[in-house]
């Protein structure tokens, strides 16, 4: 099945900083989205973004499907910024998001 | 309009016993799916349901999993003989249909089992 990665696994951050997190597919997809958990375990949908720019806020998404790679974009960081953002994919044909092993986020004030 | 909703939220069950999970999806989406979340272990996918068609199972760990959709809308997901591997947080989600912009996927809330 369609491998997916993602770095930086941690990143820690001074509120006010920038900071880009990278996730890498192994295959073509039709579906890639970036999901932020919250510290109550709530998956919330950030970008539907299998290719790409999408901007939203302070968050902006890059997908380039060709490289098979997509960026997260965090500008101004803020506290409530804090918690794990997971990438997950689908690759064409397929039925199910595969997801990477996140990137946990800790913005300190 | 309402989101994903599932229960119950919280369940301690005792090793050996089944289990029932709920999941109320989005009103009018088609498409219904569920993954678990273990520690260690990411996030990952259970079984698919869309409209009629036979549901994607290739997920399901062992044939203690189940789940069944009833009249295209609310899920269950029964384990049976519960094992403490079992242990996770169990998410649902829907999505309008499979395919295109309307492929995005909503999550709900989770329903934390922890096995004894």
């Known amino acids: 099945g369609i491998q997916v990665e993602q770095s930086p696994p941690d990143l820690i951050l001074q509120e006010g900083a920038n900071s880009t997190l990278r996730c890498n597919f192994s295959?073509?997809?039709?579906?890639l989205q970036w999901f932020h958990q919250n510290p109550w375990g709530q998956l919330i949908n950030l970008f539907y973004?299998?290719?790409g720019t999408k901007q939203n806020g302070r968050l902006s998404a890059t997908t380039v499907a060709t490289e098979r790679y997509s960026l997260l974009y965090i500008s101004s960081s803020q506290t409530t910024d804090s918690g794990v953002y997971f990438c997950a994919a689908r690759k064409t044909a397929g039925n199910k998001l595969t997801f990477g092993g996140g990137t946990r986020v800790l913005v300190k004030p | 309009g309402a989101g994903v909703s599932q229960s119950p939220s919280n369940k301690v069950t005792e090793k050996g016993k089944d289990v029932e999970l709920r999941c109320d999806p989005i009103?009018?989406?088609?498409?219904l799916y569920w993954y678990r979340q273990s520690l260690g272990q990411g996030l990952e996918f259970l079984i698919y349901?869309?409209?009629?068609?036979?549901?994607?199972k290739s997920g399901l760990p062992s044939d203690r999993f189940s789940a069944e959709r009833t009249g295209g809308s609310v899920s269950t997901l029964t384990i049976q003989r519960t094992q403490q591997e079992d242990s996770a947080v169990y998410l649902c989600?829907?999505?309008?249909?499979?395919?295109?912009?309307?492929?995005?996927?909503?999550f709900g809330p989770g329903t934390r089992l922890t096995v004894l």
């Open positions: 973004i299998p290719s």
């Open positions: 295959d073509s997809v039709n579906n």
């Open positions: 009103s009018g989406h088609t498409a």
């Open positions: 989600a829907s999505s309008l249909a499979a395919g295109g912009r309307t492929d995005t996927q909503y």
């Open positions: 349901f869309q409209g009629n068609s036979a549901p994607d």
